[in-house]
């Protein structure tokens, strides 16, 4: 069993339809949870970082951390063509530990 | 001008040549890594330097190696080029101390192909 989990796609969604992203993952040491976006034919950039269990908002993205079912979420309201890319989720324990990234969902949002 | 980069982008090599990826960075963070991507297996960590004389493995070293020419400088060596070391290869880096901490800055990726 992988230690992080995430569906690989694709997801094909109509302009202005919610997304949801999810990953699993088993490892409880997991402190550090992020989304990554990557578009066509560039490298991953970090879009969203959440820290132990809850909630974070940023613009039309939230992200969420349920630890204690070992699963994270990533929601985009009012999704955009312009959001079409793989969305990869990343979970570290922190410190000197390196990072886990998920194989990523691919998104296409069709105008 | 990008803070993290990558050459060359795109390589076609054949089984058994050697073959060098070099990544710069202008960002001044101590840790540097390369990882390859691969359709359904995602982002694999091949080795990861924490400063010039730190070199450590991750969890897919065999056939690679790595040279921490510098603080900004990490290259990534194939020794003998096999086919299923076709694959996109990024190199990022990462600050301890920054507020987001194990938050890393990928290169624009190198897309080898070994014939």
């Not at chain 1, 560039?42 to 951390?65: C, H, I, W």
């Not at chain 2, 991507?37 to 960590?45: A, M």
């Not at chain 2, 990490?74 to 990462?94: D, H, R």
Request: aromatic content about 12%; hydrophobic content about 30%; overall charge positive.
């Amino acid at each position: 069993q992988k230690e992080v989990e995430q569906d690989p796609g694709p997801l094909s969604v109509p302009e202005g339809a919610i997304v949801s992203l999810n990953c699993t993952y088993s490892n409880s040491a997991f402190q550090y949870f992020m989304w990554y976006r990557q578009y066509s034919r560039k490298g991953p950039e970090l879009l969203m970082y959440t820290y132990s269990s809850g909630n974070k908002e940023d613009g039309r993205f939230t992200a969420q951390v349920d630890k204690s079912s070992k699963y994270i979420s990533l929601f985009i309201r009012d999704s955009q063509p312009s959001d079409s890319a793989t969305y990869l989720c990343a979970m570290s324990p922190g410190g000197y530990q390196k990072v886990t990234f998920g194989t990523g969902t691919k998104l296409q949002v069709i105008p | 001008d990008a803070d993290v980069t990558q050459t060359p982008r795109n390589r076609i090599t054949k089984t058994g040549k050697r073959i060098m990826l070099e990544c710069s960075q202008t960002k001044g963070h101590d840790r540097m890594y390369w990882y390859r991507q691969d359709p359904g297996l995602g982002l694999r960590l091949i080795y990861y330097s924490f400063d010039v004389k730190d070199i450590n493995k991750g969890e897919i070293s065999d056939g690679y190696s790595v040279s921490r020419q510098a603080q900004a400088k990490f290259s990534l060596s194939l020794e003998s080029a096999i086919p299923n070391q076709t694959a996109l290869y990024f190199c990022a880096t990462s600050d301890l101390t920054s507020g987001t901490n194990n938050e890393q800055f990928f290169g624009p990726g190198t897309r080898l192909t070994v014939l």
